[in-house]
């Protein structure tokens, strides 16, 4: 059974630090682009971040570009999201997602597979 489980969600305080983890279950992920998105209560999911299938592309949207890391553990079947600086507008259910791609994917539609969500809240 094919299945994305994303974990380290929690509440921090702007300025704060959290790392996201995606474990994937049930397929390899070295054949897979992996993307992180969001969805903020009233909006659209937003694409956050992705990374390819082969080493050293990545993508950030502009909102995160110098705070947020992504990363992979192929070894592990896992993706990262390190999130530096947190602001309260990061605040959102983050979910992986993994595309069979080559290389890179950054649109939503590509993405097959998708986990449950974790929520992210930055406060004070």
């Known amino acids: 059974q094919v299945q994305l489980v994303e974990s380290g969600g929690g509440l921090v305080q702007p300025g704060g630090s959290l790392r996201l983890s995606c474990a994937a279950s049930?397929?390899?992920?070295?054949?897979?682009?992996i993307g992180w998105f969001r969805q903020a209560p009233g909006k659209k999911r937003e694409g956050v971040s992705s990374?390819?299938?082969?080493?050293?592309?990545?993508y950030y949207a502009d909102s995160v570009k110098g705070r947020f890391t992504i990363s992979r553990d192929n070894a592990n079947n896992k993706v990262f999201l390190q999130m530096n600086s947190l602001k309260p507008e990061d605040t959102g259910v983050y979910y992986c997602?993994?595309?069979?791609?080559?290389?890179?994917?950054?649109?939503?539609?590509?993405?097959?597979?998708w986990g449950q969500g974790t929520q992210v809240t930055v406060s004070s």
């Open positions: 997602a993994a595309a069979a791609v080559l290389g890179l994917a950054i649109r939503e539609f590509e993405y097959e597979y």
């Open positions: 049930g397929f390899t992920l070295d054949d897979y682009a």
């Open positions: 990374i390819g299938s082969s080493v050293g592309s990545t």
